[in-house]
């Protein structure tokens, strides 16, 4: 499964020198996790580590972000998430 997500799909698009692996010199998004998310998806709940665009964030950087999200949010805009969700 997780090949069939990376380096294949990668393959099949024609950019494998560029995504599709973690590898230096590549581009890589990924998240990791203590639990297996094939076996339960709500690994992804409290992820280790997420990188995205070269930026490597830990736990407590991810916790950090998350209570700034929800200090910063406001009605309206969980109005407009709930609406344009339907």
């Not at 069939?4 to 799909?9: E, H, K, N, V, Y």
């Not at 992804?44 to 910063?72: H, M, Q, Y």
Request: hydrophobic share 50%.
């Amino acid at each position: 499964v997780i090949q069939a997500a990376t380096i294949s799909a990668a393959d099949a698009l024609g950019l494998e020198s560029e995504i599709g692996q973690i590898k230096a010199g590549l581009n890589a998004d990924f998240v990791l996790v203590e639990q297996n998310p094939l076996m339960d998806v709500a690994a992804f709940e409290s992820p280790l580590v997420v990188t995205k665009d070269g930026v490597w964030l830990n736990r407590e950087e991810l916790l950090e972000l998350r209570a700034k999200a929800i200090e910063n949010r406001s009605v309206f805009s969980e109005i407009v998430t709930l609406i344009s969700n339907y």
